[in-house]
């Protein structure tokens, strides 16, 4: 899975529209400087307020905060074999 917790990317590179898309240097895609900072411990210890303040604006949002709980769970799985500990719901 690549690490990947939430699956746009995956869509970007299979999207036959994108074939017509050219380079850009947009800064409003550039991604949120707190997400870029996240690393696996702060993946797992994500609380609502920073989950609230790095996807504000974000389709990430959708997932809720339990969806990406559950997403980087299952990558925890697939790299250690076992199932990680529980989440509380939010």
């Known amino acids: ?3 990947w917790v939430f699956g746009c990317d995956i ?4 999207c036959p529209w ?5 380079p850009h240097q947009e800064p409003r895609f550039r991604p949120n400087e707190a997400l870029e900072n996240l ?3 702060a993946w797992r210890e994500l609380t ?3 989950f609230r303040k790095v996807f504000k604006g974000s389709a990430v949002k ?3 905060l339990s969806g990406i709980r559950r ?3 299952f990558l925890e799985l697939g790299k250690e074999g076992e199932a990680p ?4 719901k939010d």
């Open 1 to 3: 899975m690549d690490n």
């Open 11 to 14: 869509c970007q590179d299979v």
């Open 18 to 22: 994108n074939r017509f898309a050219v």
């Open 39 to 41: 690393d696996g411990p």
């Open 48 to 50: 609502e307020e920073t």
């Open 62 to 64: 959708r997932t809720k």
């Open 71 to 73: 997403n980087v769970a």
């Open 85 to 88: 500990a529980p989440q509380d």
